[in-house]
Every structure is written in C-alpha cells, then in structure tokens.
C-alpha cells in the first residue's frame, strides 16, 4: 500500500474493492463476500456508493488497507501508513495492523514517527541511507541505553 492512496478516487468505495478483488483474481462470489465482510467491518455501510474522493483521510487509508488485503497475501508493505491522520484513526490503523500480523500476515512499515517503531516487533534505523540499527525495541533502547525509539534514532542521526 503506497503513502498516496492506492485507490480511485473517480469509483466509488463498492467500485474500489471490486476492481482490486478483480486484480487479485478472486471470483465474483468472493469479491462480494469480501466486500460485505469489508464494508461491514469499517463501518462504511452508508458510503457505499459514494466516490472515494468524498471520504475522509482516514476512511481512504483504513480503506486502502483492507483493499490491499483482500487476496489474503502473505507480506504487505505500507509506505507511511498512517501520514496526516488524525490521532485517534492512526490508533485504529494500528490496530488493524495488528490484527492483520496476529492473523499471520508479516506486515513491514516504513514511518518517520519513531514513537511508532514502538508498536513495532523488530525495528531497522537507516541514517545516510544504510541500516545503523536492527533489533527490538526493547533491545535497541538497551543498547543505547534510552528510553524511546526516537532516542535511538536522535543518537544514530547525531552520531
């Protein structure tokens, strides 16, 4: 899922999943059985039909999101998932990002808040484009003997 959104903003929210399902080469039957449970899940039942333009920058990233899972891939990627949202629907992204990994998906993130690093189960610092840092939180903050990952990331950066 790229950071700028990965759906159309000229097809409605029903469009978007059966043009992605279609993609992804699911049947017709599942596209619809997927975008119910979608829809359902989201709490988008009453903007259905209306363009993925109309929504709010939150409902286009969850929505993005659960697009992009709908052919059940093993590893998702989201480039700065949670960019420009507010603070309670960066909450919900992360919530769904969990669930997603607890369901067996392996899920990497690239983001420059490092308090979110702190959700994360491994972590990998780049400074100057190399990778200074690979490891837990937990371990990463030992080492540097901090208390947050943006610590860390202060300490690398700073040399």
């Known amino acids: 899922m790229s950071q700028k959104f990965a759906l159309y903003d000229d097809l409605t929210v029903k469009e978007n999943i059966t043009f992605f399902g279609g993609i992804y080469g699911l049947s017709r039957k599942k596209i619809k059985e997927k975008r119910c449970q979608l829809v359902e899940e989201l709490g988008l039942k009453k903007v259905t039909n209306e363009l993925v333009s109309s929504l709010p920058l939150g409902w286009k990233q969850k929505l993005a999101f659960s697009v992009a899972l709908l052919h059940e891939p093993k590893i998702i990627f989201l480039d700065e998932p949670t960019g420009g949202v507010d603070p309670i629907t960066r909450r919900q992204f992360w919530e769904m ?34 990778i ?27 040399g």
């Open 132 to 158: 200074e840092a690979l490891d837990t939180p937990k371990k990463l903050k030992e080492l540097f003997k901090v208390e947050s990952m943006n610590d860390v990331f202060l300490k690398l950066a700073r």
């Open 97 to 130: 990002i969990y669930k997603t990994a607890h369901n067996g998906t392996t899920v990497f993130v690239t983001t420059h808040y490092m308090d979110e690093a702190e959700y994360c189960d491994r972590v990998s610092i780049m400074v100057n484009g190399k």
